[in-house]
């Protein structure tokens, strides 16, 4: 990639990963410190001139307490972009490079990529208490040990049957090591993908598409039950990936993803976990 002005759904990541680090309140040399990755690596990425890793994303998701399931669907896209394989037509991409399809990361990778995660999370709060502490004064330590529990990710709000209609982020049920996708990502007649990704913490699961035009509608459903859908209603959708809200994934059997585009016929896919 040449050092000019970076492909849109790279342009959007970085403005999403500039928003995340405002929230922090981190400076470039604090977040340095927090994470495996230099302030001159964390400039480029919030700048769009180089993309940003994955684990990256998913390290600013965790110290911002941001839900991370967009933001990564979002560097999928961006991926795509800057790499040049959204130009190929001839197969659908490919998953990311720690992330088989169908199947989760290797242990010995997510161990690492985990610790990364909890340590960069843990710097944060330790920023922000010392900032704290240093503009109040306060030194009580039971104060300081409750904001760090409170630091740790929320139960999901749902499981199984009481996630039929909720949203995946909103319920906590989209954190990327807790997910896998239920077969590779399906590449529609119009370009759109669709993929099935299955909650293992909240046993739901939801179809996520991208590539989308205004007016396309996708939806996921299972034999007897709800069907789950979403339209793409305008530009600002059509922009970035968009996901229904969630079914029970208790009973696999049946499970169906469909995305019906505006001027074409519906086009179904049969997932099995």
């Known amino acids: 990639m040449t050092d000019t002005a970076p492909p849109p759904a790279c342009k959007r990541l970085a403005e999403a990963l500039q928003d995340l680090r405002s929230r922090t309140g981190l400076t470039l040399t604090a977040l340095a410190e927090c994470t495996a990755y230099s302030k001159s690596s964390w400039a480029r990425y919030l700048n769009g001139r180089q993309l940003a890793p994955r684990e990256a994303v998913e390290v600013l998701c965790t110290m911002a307490g941001h839900p991370p399931g967009r933001l990564v669907a979002l560097w999928e896209l961006a991926e795509l972009e800057w790499s040049g394989r959204h130009r190929t037509s001839a197969a659908p991409p490919l998953p990311p490079p720690d992330q088989p399809v169908g199947g989760e990361a290797p242990a010995h990778r997510w161990n690492t990529r985990r610790r990364r995660v909890l340590a960069a999370a843990a710097c944060a709060v330790t920023l922000a208490a010392a900032t704290w502490l240093a503009t109040f004064h306060v030194t009580h330590t039971g104060d300081t040990a409750g904001r760090t529990a409170s630091s740790a990710g929320p139960a999901p709000g749902c499981r199984a049957q ?112």
């Open 162 to 273: 009481k996630c039929t209609g909720e949203d995946p982020e909103t319920m906590g049920c989209a954190a990327p090591e807790q997910t896998r996708r239920l077969g590779p990502p399906y590449r529609t007649r119009t370009g759109a993908r669709l993929v099935v990704v299955l909650s293992t913490r909240c046993h739901a699961a939801w179809a996520l598409a991208w590539n989308t035009r205004t007016g396309d509608a996708f939806e996921l459903s299972v034999p007897g039950g709800t069907v789950e859908q979403v339209k793409v209603a305008d530009s600002l959708d059509a922009q970035d990936p968009l996901f229904t809200p969630m079914t029970d994934s208790g009973d696999l059997t049946g499970l169906r993803a469909c995305f019906t585009p505006t001027a074409s016929r519906q086009e179904c896919v049969h997932v099995h976990g």
